[in-house]
């Protein structure tokens, strides 16, 4: 982004004001900044290095060269630094600059990107002073202030060990479908130069800040704005009671408030009371403290359970505490259990996760008046924007068209995005005060406010035959969902459908409850109750496979699920789960070799559908447009947060179309109606690539002719709902993905050495891609096996896990070696046989965990995470 120094003259320093040396340039700021971060951005304008989570500096992104030492910003106060000299990647050379971009590009090093500037700028300090002596595991260890969410490391490393070594990488900028092209904006996200929301500057803008609630249960009976509107700066103080449309949002219900209005009720601890407008960021959220707030405490209904047995309502304005059941049954269970060899029974318990990307939620509402209609354009983060537009025009009253929303690339999402969080607070002010403004959440804003992962108890019995050979499976679970929808059934109603693994079980009985309490809300997030279910699958499975005196392999080999056979909800499976077993055929040489060499190994088999299914009709389309000047619009309608769906999208129109890379534009707003649904569950690449490639194919048709959209479609509109009246067989899902994962402890350290991860994808479209959503799934995996959790307590139902570090993920040192091996069989009916990578790569993460730890103390594990208090700070 554009920075904006300006020299200072000898002499020119005032009362009020710290000298620095930035970039090379003698420039003054104001000494009333909370940190350093806050004046390079808020003054300067210098957007390279990011905020992720100021003032506690634990995710390393605001990471710039102080004296020419790695520092992390937003912990320097402007007392500390005046004075000193600040290097950030503007200021870096450019022959630098282009050696860390090109070895990023071209290793695939990033994905959303945001964390990657702070990294550079470390790994630049570290090899100014060692060279090309710099070796890995060193580079590891120095990246323990840094975060990232999305690559598992490996690619960084490699990266950065390209540049110490200077050595050159191919740069892949073009080509079709299999080729390693590197990410579009790669170069770009590296140094920090493409922004982000939060990166934006509009003339004019003002500010944002939200007020939150003091209770996750309590009457509201009053809010006095007075004070907050005499505070300095503040522009407007706005309630529900503003509000000119609809207060209630959610993508599937609309049971969740923008803001809980006089009368009302809160429901959980991220509720929003008031918007409190300024002319900076600092005077907003200093002003949210003035804003009075009358409450009537109530006591919060935490306990999952308790909350399906009570006639109390835990949220307002709703009628039960039990937001869905998901239940099937096929066969006769106790008959088959009664006649059965061995049972296993089991109770597993997974935990509350937060997402943790690396750029919390951030909007930009801007007015516009030209036409003569008042129009607002949104900027936004969402993984639906269409969605978001929907929503927003419903907030204020207005036509759909009136609103027109725009994708800005994301810092990461992984499912948190998925719900509107600060969208509709910016537009309404932007709206009312029709000027521009800009709401960004600070870090544990975001951990209130946005869905995070189920934690589910789930009650296993398992039974097979003397040879291995399932005979029935009984599952019973309550997701806990917290307090507003989301897609908490959704969730639990793939628990459900996904709770036998990728195995064939002739009777089966499965019932799942998503119940609704006052903790903190969840919803989507990567793997959507398919890896809670088969971390609980995969344990009963090694159980039964002791029972018989057969190896973890062995049990599943006589169980996978092949075409011709009944899966699951009933839904007979085609040619496309031929993966599952290749997958398992693929990883036993190197199961076999680890168990000979003494190690304790652990085995993971999994499957995820990708797309919705459950009858859910499922269109997507897109827009190949040729224009005069010769570049290629590519438009779809799906969100790119570091997946990679914009590069596939181009790849697909490459392919397609035989064209060069460098002339086409890909473009996501709501501008043309191309979006259905949310960007989740695999869908992009599976239905983005399909609704491209019609599109191509229209064009085709028509001659290429320029100036008219060529619109394509990709439709899935043939699935059944789970236990759909009279259809005994249902399609609950066109596709499935699948993956067979080993973990390999050694012995005498007691540490994870190694993962291996095989998966089928069916048609790789960028294997740079591909490898990197599996590394950054194994790492997520990982955490979410060993110590991650975001606890709420039991007493305020108030989540205890405020920051980055508390949350236990695994920093780059502690990640062990990821080897990816990727499959490719096809499934049918699907655009180029693609399945999707991103949703099962940790699917079978934890299973593997749970065997290798057996394998080594002989103990077996039940509940996540299975190695909090072994964590390394």
Not at 837 to 856: D, Q, S
């Amino acid at each position: 982004m554009t920075s904006h120094l300006t020299t200072t003259e000898t002499g020119d320093l005032t009362a009020g004001r710290v000298a620095l040396t930035v970039n090379g340039l003698a420039v003054t700021v104001r000494n009333d900044h909370p940190h350093l971060l806050a004046a390079l951005r808020e003054e300067l304008d210098i957007t390279s290095p990011k905020d992720g989570c100021s003032p506690t500096g634990q995710c390393g992104c605001c990471t710039v060269l102080v004296d020419g030492k790695a520092i992390v910003s937003c912990q320097q106060s402007l007392e500390k630094v005046s004075g000193a000299q600040i290097t950030t990647l503007e200021g870096v050379s450019q022959t630098e600059r282009d050696a860390f971009a090109n070895a990023f590009a071209a290793c695939g090093g990033l994905q959303c990107g945001f964390c990657i500037p702070g990294i550079v700028v470390r790994a630049k300090a570290q090899i100014d002073k060692k060279g090309a002596a710099l070796k890995r595991e060193d580079m590891a260890r120095h990246l323990g202030a840094h975060l990232c969410r999305c690559t598992g490391y490996v690619k960084i490393l490699d990266a950065i060990e390209t540049v110490a070594k200077s050595q050159t990488r191919e740069m892949i900028t073009t080509g079709g479908l299999g080729v390693r092209v590197m990410k579009l904006e790669a170069e770009a996200l590296a140094l920090g130069d493409r922004g982000y929301i939060d990166d934006m500057r509009v003339a004019g803008m003002l500010h944002a800040a939200l007020v939150f609630t003091q209770y996750a249960r309590a009457d509201v009976l009053g809010i006095d704005v007075s004070a907050a509107l005499k505070q300095p700066g503040v522009k407007a103080v706005f309630t529900a009671a503003d509000i000119p449309g609809e207060l209630m949002m959610g993508i599937i219900y609309k049971d969740w408030p923008v803001m809980i209005p006089v009368g009302g009720r809160t429901s959980y601890a991220g509720d929003v009371l008031a918007i409190v407008v300024a002319d900076s960021r600092m005077n907003a959220r200093n002003a949210t403290d003035a804003v009075a707030v009358t409450y009537k405490p109530l006591s919060p209904i935490t306990d999952a359970r308790k909350a399906i047995e009570t006639n109390d309502l835990a949220v307002w304005k709703t009628e039960s505490n039990i937001l869905s059941k998901s239940m099937y049954k096929r066969g006769d269970c106790d008959t088959a259990f009664a006649s059965s060899d061995f049972i296993a029974r089991e109770k597993f318990v997974t935990q509350r996760i937060e997402h943790a990307f690396l750029e919390p939620e951030s909007t930009l509402a801007v007015l516009d008046l030209t036409s003569g209609n008042k129009r607002l354009h949104v900027y936004s983060g969402g993984q639906g924007v269409w969605d978001d537009r929907n929503d927003i025009a419903r907030l204020l009253a207005v036509d759909n068209s009136q609103v027109t929303v725009t994708l800005v690339t994301n810092g990461g999402a992984f499912g948190g995005k998925e719900d509107m969080s600060n969208q509709a607070h910016a537009s309404l002010a932007a709206w009312l005060l029709e000027l521009p403004v800009k709401c960004t959440l600070t870090r544990e804003e975001s951990f209130l406010m946005h869905a995070k992962r189920h934690p589910i108890e789930m009650e296993y019995e398992l039974a097979c035959d003397k040879n291995g050979k399932l005979t029935a499976l009984r599952v019973r679970a309550i997701g806990d969902s917290g307090a507003y929808a989301s897609v908490g059934m959704k969730v639990l109603e793939r628990m459900a459908g996904h709770a036998s693994g990728p195995y064939q079980v002739a009777n089966i009985d499965v019932e799942a409850i998503a119940a609704r309490t006052n903790n903190p809300v969840c919803g989507a997030f990567r793997g959507f109750g398919a890896n809670q279910a088969q971390f609980a699958m995969e344990g009963v499975l090694d159980r039964l496979a002791e029972h018989v005196g057969i190896t973890g392999w062995e049990i599943r080999s006589r169980n996978v699920i092949k075409p011709g056979m009944v899966w699951g909800p009933g839904q007979i499976m085609d040619d496309g789960c031929l993966g599952a077993e290749l997958c398992l055929n693929e990883i036993k040489p190197q199961y076999d070799a680890a168990i000979l060499a003494g190690k304790a190994v652990g085995l993971g088999l999994g499957l995820k559908n990708s797309g919705l299914g459950n009858g859910f009709k499922e269109i997507s389309k897109a827009v190949v447009h040729f224009k005069d000047d010769g570049r290629i619009e590519v438009r779809h309608g799906w969100t790119e947060m570091g997946q990679g769906i914009n590069t596939v999208a181009a790849q697909v129109a490459v392919h397609e179309l035989g064209v060069d890379a460098s002339l086409i534009d890909v473009i996501v707003d709501t501008t043309r109606e191309l979006g259905f649904g949310q960007t989740t569950g695999s869908r992009g690449t599976l239905m983005g690539a399909g609704s491209v490639k019609d599109a191509c194919d229209v064009a085709r048709a028509a001659n290429f002719a320029k100036g008219i959209d060529h619109v394509g479609e990709y439709r899935v509109d043939w699935t059944n709902k789970m236990g759909e009246p009279g259809v005994t067989n249902p399609i609950i899902h066109s596709t499935f993905s699948y993956a067979a994962q080993m973990v390999v402890i050694d012995r005498e350290t007691q540490k994870i050495e190694r993962v291996v991860a095989v998966h089928d994808v069916g048609r790789i479209v960028n294997p740079t891609l591909c490898e990197g959503q599996v590394e950054g799934s194994v790492h997520m995996g990982l955490g979410y096996a060993l110590t991650e959790e975001f606890p709420s307590d039991p007493v305020t139902a108030f989540p205890t896990n405020m920051t980055l570090r508390s949350l236990g993920i695994l920093r780059a040192k502690d990640v062990p070696k990821i080897e990816v091996k990727l499959i490719e069989s096809a499934q049918p009916n699907s655009p180029y046989g693609i399945k999707g990578v991103g949703e099962i790569g940790l699917v079978p993460t934890a299973g593997a965990v749970a065997a290798a730890l057996r394998e080594l103390d002989g103990q077996w594990r039940n509940t996540l995470p299975m190695r909090r208090d072994k964590q390394e700070d």
